[in-house]
């Protein structure tokens, strides 16, 4: 049976030039579609999404920053990282001690920019508190409506519980399975945002639009 030719491998590490004062890293490349909808909904336009990597290659790629083309002009800097199985306060540590090894200002707290120079921000997934990550967020838009009733039904009946790996990917999936009715639109939550799925005049976004207002 004929073989498929391999594609060609390119390991060279593709590095984005820095081309606007306000930065905001993401932990992948949907956050930074999901991103880049949230601020076009609240008219932000001048800010630079960059993907980082995923949160095992966060600590290294953050490293690198700071050797970046442009990266003096920098005035702000935010950073959004899933909690994932972590409580917020411990990613939230561990972002300011990469932050501290490249030797750059520390937020004291999260939420809110930084009186320094840079500004930097840090905000955690879902809501700088639980443990989670941007999918859990997108579901608290959809709590209460059928939808999510059928989904949660279907994840009792399969006897599939929160403990699951990657239980808050899993349901965004079922949701979509259920409700997705446009043919072109992959079942991500970035391109769910660009779509105008997600009900960003929801409560459940109003922290971190209100952290992503910071930089107007």
Not at 100 to 109: A, F, H, Q, S, Y
Request: charged share 25%.
């Amino acid at each position: 049976m004929p073989q498929l030719p391999t594609p060609p491998q390119n390991n060279a590490e593709k590095v984005e030039n820095i081309t606007s004062s306000k930065l905001l890293l993401v932990e992948g490349k949907d956050e930074a579609v999901f991103c880049r909808a949230l601020l076009q909904s609240l008219t932000i336009n001048d800010v630079q999404i960059i993907n980082i990597g995923g949160s095992q290659k966060f600590s290294s790629n953050i490293e690198r920053l700071p050797k970046r083309q442009g990266f003096k002009e920098v005035t702000m800097l935010g950073i959004l990282r899933d909690a994932e199985i972590n409580p917020a306060k411990s990613t939230f540590d561990s972002v300011c001690s990469d932050l501290k090894r490249i030797n750059l200002p520390v937020p004291t707290g999260l939420k809110w920019f930084s009186d320094t120079s840079p500004q930097i921000g840090v905000f955690i997934m879902p809501d700088n508190n639980r443990s989670g990550m941007l999918e859990d967020l997108c579901l608290e838009s959809l709590s209460g409506t059928d939808e999510s009733k059928h989904t949660d039904t279907f994840f009792m009946q399969a006897n599939v519980t929160a403990t699951a790996k990657d239980f808050a990917k899993r349901r965004v999936q079922a949701w979509f399975s259920i409700f997705k009715t446009n043919d072109d639109l992959q079942c991500e939550v970035g391109r769910a945002a660009e779509a105008g799925f997600w009900n960003f005049d929801h409560p459940c976004f109003d922290g971190l639009k209100a952290f992503l207002k910071q930089f107007r």
